[in-house]
Nanobody, 124 residues
Framework: QVQLVESGGGLVQAGDSLRLSCAAS????????MGWFRQAPGKEREFVGGIWWINGVIYYPDSVKGRFTISRDNAKNTVYLQMNSLKPEDTAVYYCAARTKTGTIYVRSEYEYWGQGTQVTVSS
């Protein structure tokens, strides 16, 4: 059974930073990837970054590039999302996701496993 456990959300002010963690257990994602998505009220879930496990290549959408950074701890099977210079429009529930196969890293439907989500609220 695969488990993804997220932590690190909270309420911050605009300009502040937060670091989210996602600990994976249950199987290896050697040929796959781990990604971060977010969903604001009334909006679709959107990709905010992902890392291919086999080579460590990371992708970000333009909306967060330069502000968000993904890193990983292989020994702990954990991926982090460091979010800097947060804006009110970053407010959303943030989800960690994992996939076991190659494909297109930002395509939501290609992820097989999802965490429970953690709320990030940025006040102005």
């Amino acid at each position: 059974q695969v488990q993804l456990v997220e932590s690190g959300g909270g309420l911050v002010q605009a300009g502040d930073s937060l670091r989210l963690s996602c600990a994976a257990s249950g199987r290896s994602f050697f040929n796959g990837a781990m990604g971060w998505f977010r969903q604001a009220p009334g909006k679709e879930r959107e990709f905010v970054g992902g890392i291919w496990w086999i080579n460590g290549v990371i992708y970000y959408p333009d909306s967060v590039k330069g502000r968000f950074t993904i890193s990983r701890d292989n020994a702990k099977n954990t991926v982090y999302l460091q979010m800097n210079s947060l804006k009110p429009e970053d407010t959303a529930v943030y989800y960690c996701a994992a996939r076991t196969k190659t494909g297109t890293i930002y395509v939501r439907s290609e992820y097989e496993y999802w965490g429970q989500g953690t709320q990030v609220t940025v006040s102005s």
